[in-house]
């Protein structure tokens, strides 16, 4: 409509324009026009680009397995009482709430002790 006014003031009675000041203007429109599709395309393509990553991350803090807060222990037996109040082996406990496997060894006080003729007291060696 206001690019009408301009190009054809006759259909509306309007005051009538220089051509000069009509072509200024028609120009001015097409590259305030070729810049705001531009800047609306860039917002899009970056806001896609951030939504993507954004999923990315709440798909990985969804993989996170942590644990935290007071975990009761016993400190004999070193089992872990859960929630509904049973009582479970640590590495049970451990691999049911968090990412953490287990390997098992026998450190060189425990080795001595239940091995003492193959194993040297560990201040030995």
């Given at each position: 409509?206001?690019?009408?006014i ?14 000069e000041?009509?072509?200024?203007f ?79 060894g ?19 060696l």
């Open positions: 409509m206001i690019l009408g301009f190009i054809f003031p006759e259909w509306t009675g309007a005051y009538v324009f220089s051509t000041a009509a072509t200024r028609s120009l001015s429109f097409l590259i305030v026009g070729v810049i705001s599709y531009s800047l609306e395309s860039l917002r899009n393509y970056y806001y896609q680009q951030l939504e993507t990553e954004h999923n990315k991350l709440r798909l990985a803090l969804d993989e996170v397995k942590t644990l935290s807060g007071l975990l009761p222990i016993c400190s004999t037996c070193k089992k872990i009482r859960d929630d509904q109040g049973y009582w479970s082996q640590i590495e049970a406990y451990i691999g049911a709430h968090s990412d953490a496997e287990f390997t098992h026998i450190c060189p006080e425990c080795a001595h002790k239940l091995y003492p003729d193959i194993f040297p007291e560990p201040g030995e």
